[in-house]
């Protein structure tokens, strides 16, 4: 599966923007689908992801309760909703689908495809 990120952006301390991730060459459905992001000088670190067998959602501390992920089958797309954007926020967004089981998803090196990531800066 192919996987192409977009909609990130410059935004505001207090802002919103919405993540999508396009799959190609494989379905959604047949996958875990995470989110992650790597800061300048940062290791990559999970931001969120969906899971395959239960369709149950999994956030970092650092998001919950601002974030959401979400599956369009229809589309055949990921989807990270970000809402009441931090500074800290600030990094490059990587979208990936798995075949891992749940337990392993907040670990990068669970993730086989990889998009090829979207820009998001967030201004104080």
């Known amino acids: 599966v192919q996987l192409q990120a977009s909609g990130g952006g410059l935004v505001q301390a207090g802002g919103s923007l919405r993540l999508s991730c396009a799959a190609s060459?494989?379905?959604?459905?047949?996958?875990?689908l995470g989110w992650f992001r790597q800061a300048p000088g940062k290791e990559r670190e999970f931001v969120a992801c969906?899971?395959?067998?239960?369709?149950?959602?999994y956030y970092a501390d650092s998001v919950k309760g601002r974030f959401t992920i979400s599956r369009d089958t229809a589309k055949n797309t990921v989807v990270l909703q970000m809402n009441s954007l931090e500074p800290e926020d600030t990094a490059v967004y990587y979208c990936?689908?798995?075949?891992?089981?749940?337990?392993?998803?907040?670990?990068?090196?669970?993730?086989?495809?990889w998009g090829q990531g979207t820009q998001v800066t967030v201004s104080s």
């Open positions: 060459g494989g379905s959604v459905r047949t996958y875990a």
């Open positions: 990936a689908a798995s075949i891992a089981v749940v337990s392993s998803l907040r670990r990068p090196d669970a993730y086989r495809y």
């Open positions: 969906f899971s395959r067998s239960n369709s149950a959602t």
